[in-house]
């Protein structure tokens, strides 16, 4: 192979990366609470700070944070929810995370919940892709701080992506580096 093949080759891996580089990226949360130390049974407000692995904040998204499930049993008011309502309401509440004049920052409300631990998923909805999603648990007893780090995988490429990211590349590099030698080889035994 002449020395002029090399950079084309060079080139082709760049193109590669960049078309895989396209991808959304992983994205980084920090969840709290308005107040701090929420207090069971009372709404409370939620605030996500969100970043991407470069450390810049991330606009323009839509989150939702989801009460999923709780780790216990969980103690119900029985007057909390009267047998005459109308509406059927989910078993947990949602919150509707909405950009706020802070860049990176989404906040929205999540309705009262009993003292206890739960699953909370805080979830990237997207019409065209698979919804990024993370989970943490939340405790409500009166006393601890609403801190919790969460990491959104990238989405979007789904099963091709993988197969580039973990099948592709390593192949590719393989056969970069054999051409590499074996032209190294043959220049070194002209």
Known sequence: MKPLHRPG????????????AAYPEVLFARL?????????????????MLTDSDGEEVVGLTLVARVVEAYAEVAVDPGANDAGSDAQESEYPEARLLGSARQGVYQGELGPLPAGSYRISLVEPAA???????SGVLTLD?????????????????LGSWVVWLVGLPLLAAVLVTLLLLTARKDRAD
Request: negative net charge; hydrophobic residues 45%.
């Open 142 to 158: 009166g006393s601890t701080p609403v801190e919790l780090a969460l990491v959104l995988p990238a989405s979007g490429g789904g």
């Open 9 to 20: 080759l060079l080139l082709a891996l760049f193109l590669l990366l960049s078309s895989c």
């Open 128 to 134: 065209d892709r698979e919804a990024a999603t993370a």
């Open 32 to 48: 709290s609470s308005t107040p701090t130390v929420p207090q069971p049974g009372e709404p409370f407000a939620l605030e996500v």
